[in-house]
């Protein structure tokens, strides 16, 4: 049987940030509100009523799309979108056809590989565009099945960016992390929150296989009511399951439309009409075409500025940090903006602290505390008073560098600073958790527990060396964990020569 | 006759109260208009109250608006906020407005009185008034005929001098053209001129609100007032400031040579008539030249093709689901197939039909795109003629007044009365439909001026001269 390759597509609708929605200036409302509490005329498509473009979602499509790699148009067009539905009001969606607002842009993704490396892919991203949401029907509440339907008009006319990729991608595991990737970057630049939970983010596949090696694209089936990445991740699993049962077994593959069955984790046809459907777009009468200056581009780029991929490069060889730690503080803007005051502050205070050791309080310490906080990589603040101060930090780290703190009585000074927002060399004192490196003290402290542990001694004579941790154990248990443990280790081994 | 400019000064000098002028219109209305049929409502208690608060103001010495006490009547295609606004369709008999159209706001914030909704052709499909869901309108000038359309009934009514003032909407001509067969001033402002907001769309494109008045000068005072730069509408824009001409003598005219008599289209008193208007021009210090506009016989197909296609996407949002009519039906299907089916009259539904299908995947390119490429070249005609003459002269409609039940049944004969007036549209420009005497049978005949976006002032300058020379 030959192997098949999954050639796959993603169309991503993301909701933009914005306080009102992309045609009128009704609020875009929490999924809480009561229904149709957010409405007018515009966007119940009443008589008479016209759209008037919502340019803080035109700015941060834009923005989008500068960090999608796009070039944006210099002059877009809206079109109608024709199709008629209850809870799309006007019998036409106002979105973008043959001239969106970015084009031809790409994102880099590390992959894992098979032997456990990293491998860059490029995805192209084909297009992204502006259009307004439809509202949202209700069949059922709850369980109960209704005999008729209700139209909730709050969702309707959020702006929407489409993001469609080319079919670059080749796995479950590589539509996964471009979703991860796109999460990312819309959140760096404050373009979305992408919960796609809440529907921030949805995302249909575009998805076909074809023998390995073959050029030709197989027939496609798209795959729809994705509502998480995990739904998205075990949708095309198992639709590349069922697609390479069907062609084993000598049969074609239908192109259809099929839905996600979450429950039964397959995908269900949807045996739709919906696929004969002629939009007739053309370029909507009311509103005048998106025209975006070079300086209004600059501006933005400016605006804003380095995006991940450049600072995890700048990281790399500015810091001395690997691919994967650079990785990690460049997960989100917030994060990134706080490691970088941490190396401002070091710098400053002409500190001694390799990049490293800042990293490895931040990537554990920092981010296990910041997550109790209910804060997150994306947002946060590096001058934010709940948070333990950059300096605080760098200090911190640079006792640890010095060999002033061990690991141990680091993680007690880094919590109490970030409590009390006290120095942490003052409570490094305080604490009385200086590291001890005196030879004398520490001696008398491996004679005491070779004293203690004749057991554990007896045998480490007998060379047995898993007996050394006991004793190193009740010296640092007597110093309070003060002790050096490289000093520690040498004085035992020296009194049981 | 009288005029809005005269009752603005005499309710400014207290020598009339806005309650008086406005019962006097509704007696006009009571006598007049079981004939004529102009109206489908007269909002006799929100008028009564505007006209008091008017009065009231002016007991207060408190400064009064530039419409002051001023009847208008409005088409029934534009809101009025808890007023019915039908587009005399029954898919929208008992549709109440929400809010109010800008324009008509405009007239509240004058201190105009809105004296009721007038009788229109279906969505403002037609030239006639015959395509209303509810009646026809007559003409006053001769009952048997009709007022012209889309917007008869308010020609109608400012002709029958049921009020002194009537905004109605110009798509390919619906206003210059029964202001033509009425014998009134009929104004199709520059596009974006005035805010469509709250004008019920026909073709997005080529909508305009304008103005029927019995005098030039309150043409003028009713458009100042309309138009204005609406943040509610995207395609209205700030109304540029143009030198306004110091008179018509030196003004250069042009004559297209393709609207001429001997072209076919036109009837021979039309002619007569419009000859008679172009001398006292020349008398008045005019110079004429022909001009060329070579794509004229393209701007009928294509006006056909580019309104029917934005009106069958306009009139989608009909479909018995929020408001309107709402017929029971099996499936969802047949909810929209029944309601749109018992709702829109045939005229509508042929508009619908032919712009859905110019719109359709594999027809695209053939129709849709091939008229916007036509109305490209025919905007370039007259960019061209415009940088030889200041404003171009025509007769507004080939023929006056026709007997009603003439053209329903042939719809290209009925499209044809609009041959001279939809360029102007297609092109975005102003003009503007003046009385140009009466045929022998005593029936109204129009001349219009057309006129660059924005230069609606070189048109008011020619029909004040022309007005006065008398």
């Known amino acids: 049987m030959p192997e098949f390759e999954p050639v796959i597509g993603l169309e991503v609708h993301t909701q933009l940030k914005t306080e009102t929605k992309m045609f009128c200036s009704c609020k875009t ?174 995302c249909d596949v575009n998805i076909s296989l074809r023998p390995k090696g073959e050029t030709k694209l197989g027939r496609k089936v798209e795959i729809k009511n994705l509502n998480s990445f995990k739904a998205v991740k075990d949708a095309i699993t198992h639709e590349i399951g069922r697609q390479a049962a069907v062609l084993n077994g000598g049969g074609a593959v239908d192109q259809d439309t099929r839905l996600w069955n979450e429950k039964e984790q397959k995908t269900v046809s949807m045996r739709s009409k919906e696929l004969a459907h002629d939009y007739r777009y053309f370029p909507e009468p009311d509103l005048s075409p998106l025209r975006i200056s070079a300086a209004f581009k600059e501006e933005l780029k400016k605006e804003i500025g380095e995006l991940p991929k450049a600072k995890k490069d700048r990281f790399k060889a500015e810091y001395g940090l690997s691919s994967y730690d650079a990785g990690v503080v460049t997960g989100g803007k917030g994060l990134s903006a706080y490691f970088e005051a941490c190396m401002s502050e070091v710098k400053r205070s002409g500190l001694a602290v390799p990049a490293k050791n800042v990293l490895n309080l931040i990537a554990s310490e920092f981010l296990a505390r910041l997550n109790g906080l209910k804060k997150d990589s994306v947002t946060l603040d590096p001058g934010d008073k709940e948070l333990i101060s950059p300096a605080n930090l760098a200090k911190t780290a640079a006792l640890t560098a010095a060999g002033k703190l061990s690991a141990s009585a680091a993680k007690t000074v880094f919590a109490k600073s970030w409590e009390t927002g006290k120095d942490p060399e003052t409570l490094m004192g305080e604490l009385g958790l200086a590291q001890v490196s005196d030879a004398g003290l520490i001696k008398d402290w491996a004679r005491e527990a070779i004293a203690a542990n004749p057991k554990a001694a007896e045998d480490f004579r007998n060379g047995n060396e898993k007996a050394l941790g006991p004793l190193v154990g009740v010296i640092m248990k007597k110093s309070k964990g003060t002790a050096n443990p490289a000093a520690a280790n040498a004085a035992i081994k020296e009194l049981l020569k | 006759m009288e005029k809005a400019t005269e009752i603005v000064s005499q309710i400014k000098g207290k020598k009339i109260t806005a309650v008086e002028v406005l019962n006097r219109y509704l007696r006009t209305i009571k006598e007049k208009d079981g004939e004529i049929r102009a109206f489908l409502e007269v909002f006799s208690e929100s008028a009564a109250a505007q006209a008091r608060a008017v009065d009231e103001k002016a007991a207060a010495g408190l400064p009064l608006g530039r419409l002051a006490g001023v009847p208008v009547a409005i088409k029934d295609n534009m809101l009025y906020k808890g007023h019915k606004a039908s587009c005399a369709s029954k898919i929208l008999e008992n549709y109440i407005s929400p809010y109010t159209a800008t324009a008509v706001q405009n007239l509240i914030d004058a201190d105009a009185v809105i004296i009721g909704r007038t009788n229109m052709d279906e969505f ?347």
């Not at chain 1, 209850?86 to 056809?97: H, L, R, V």
């Not at chain 2, 309309?226 to 509408?233: G, N, Q, R, Y």
């Open chain 1, 29 to 202: 409302s929490a999924s809480e509100a009561p229904a149709n509490a957010f409405i007018c005329p515009v966007c119940t498509g009443q008589p008479g009523a016209l759209p008037t473009p919502n340019l803080r979602a035109v700015r941060l499509g834009a923005a989008a799309g500068l960090a999608l790699g796009c070039e944006v148009s210099e002059v877009s067009v809206f079109a109608r979108k024709n199709y008629f539905y209850p809870d799309n009001p006007k019998a036409y969606q106002i979105s973008q056809f043959d001239k969106p607002l970015c084009e031809n842009g790409a994102v880099e993704l590390d992959l894992k590989d098979a032997a456990g490396g990293v491998r860059t892919k490029t995805v192209r991203v084909h297009r992204a565009h502006l259009e307004e949401d439809a509202g949202k029907s209700l069949h059922a509440i709850g369980s109960r099945q209704l005999d008729h339907t209700l139209v909730d008009f709050n969702r309707c006319g959020v702006p929407l960016l489409e993001i469609v990729s080319e079919p670059d991608l080749n796995s479950a595991d590589e539509a996964y992390a471009y979703l991860m990737e796109l999460k990312k970057l819309l959140q760096w630049v404050g373009v979305s929150n992408c919960d796609m939970e809440k529907g921030e983010l949805r």
């Open chain 2, 124 to 470: 403002a499909m037609g030239s006639s008034t015959e395509n209303s869901a509810f009646r026809p309108t007559r003409n006053p000038a001769d009952t048997s005929r009709v007022p012209g359309g889309s917007s008869g009934g308010s020609a109608a009514a400012v002709a029958a001098g049921m009020c002194p003032l009537a905004l109605g909407s110009d798509t390919g001509g619906s206003v210059r053209q029964p202001a033509a067969f009425c014998g009134t001033y009929g104004l199709k402002p520059t596009y974006g001129s005035v805010s469509r907001y709250g004008l019920v769309a026909f073709a997005s494109s080529l909508d305009q609100i304008g103005v029927f008045a019995n005098s030039i000068e309150d043409t003028e005072l009713a458009f100042s007032v309309i138009s204005s730069h609406d943040p509610k509408d995207a395609t209205s824009v700030k109304y540029p400031e143009n030198k306004i001409p110091g008179g018509v003598k030196g003004l250069r005219i042009g004559l297209p040579k393709e609207y001429a008599a001997g072209s076919g289209a036109m009837d021979a008193e039309v002619a007569r008539l419009f000859g008679e208007t172009v001398q006292k021009l020349k008398e008045l210090g005019a110079v004429f030249a022909e001009i060329s506009l070579p794509h004229t016989r393209y701007a009928l197909p294509a006006y056909y093709i580019a309104a029917s296609s934005e009106a069958s996407s306009n009139l989608g949002r009909f479909d018995g689901i929020r408001y309107g009519l709402s017929a029971q039906g099996g499936t969802l299907a047949d909810v929209y197939k029944k309601t749109r089916g018992q709702g829109f009259g045939p005229e509508v539904k042929r508009r619908i039909m032919l712009g859905t299908y110019s719109l359709s995947a594999g027809y695209y390119d053939a129709y849709y795109l091939k008229a916007q490429k036509t109305r490209t070249l025919i905007k370039r005609d007259f960019d061209e003629a415009f940088g030889e003459v200041d404003v171009i002269f025509t007769p507004t409609t080939p023929s006056p007044a026709f007997r009603f039940g003439e053209k329903v049944s042939d719809p290209v004969a009925m499209y044809l009365s609009d041959i001279f007036t939809i360029p102007c549209n297609l092109a975005g420009l102003c003009g503007l439909s003046i009385p140009a005497g009466k045929s022998g049978k005593g029936l109204p005949i129009g001349a219009q001026f057309l006129a660059k976006p924005f230069n609606e002032a070189v048109m008011f300058k020619l029909g004040e001269e022309l007005a006065h020379a008398g």
